[in-house]
Nanobody, 123 residues
């Protein structure tokens, strides 16, 4: 069982930055693929980024490529999402997720989810 707790959300002006953290419990964290997703009001949840357990393979959604950076610290059992050049359309609840395997974002099934943290970008 893996428990995930996100933090770092908040209100920021357009063009600003935020860094989200996701603290995980469980001794097998280092073997999991970790991902970030977001859900805006009235919209479906969408993929943002994912990182393999080794950190060597990373995927980003086209909408955040070049602005967001996902990283992980297996020793601290934490995954991060550095968000720069934020836009109002980045406003959403951001969720951290863990998967026992690896795959492309469209195919990978995530096994555990956090409760989410709100990110609001004002124009």
């Amino acid at each position: 069982q893996v428990q995930l707790v996100e933090s770092g959300g908040g209100l920021v002006q357009a063009g600003g930055s935020l860094k989200l953290s996701c603290a995980a419990s469980g001794r097998t964290f280092s073997s999991y693929t970790m991902g970030w997703f977001r859900q805006a009001p009235g919209k479906e949840r969408e993929f943002v980024a994912q990182i393999r357990w080794s950190g060597e393979d990373i995927y980003y959604a086209d909408s955040v490529k070049g602005r967001f950076t996902i990283s992980r610290d297996n020793a601290k059992i934490t995954v991060y999402l550095q968000m720069n050049s934020l836009k109002p359309e980045d406003t959403a609840v951001y969720y951290c997720a863990a998967a026992k395997s690896w795959g492309t974002p469209k195919r990978l099934k995530y096994d555990y989810w956090g409760q989410g943290t709100q990110v609001t970008v004002s124009s």
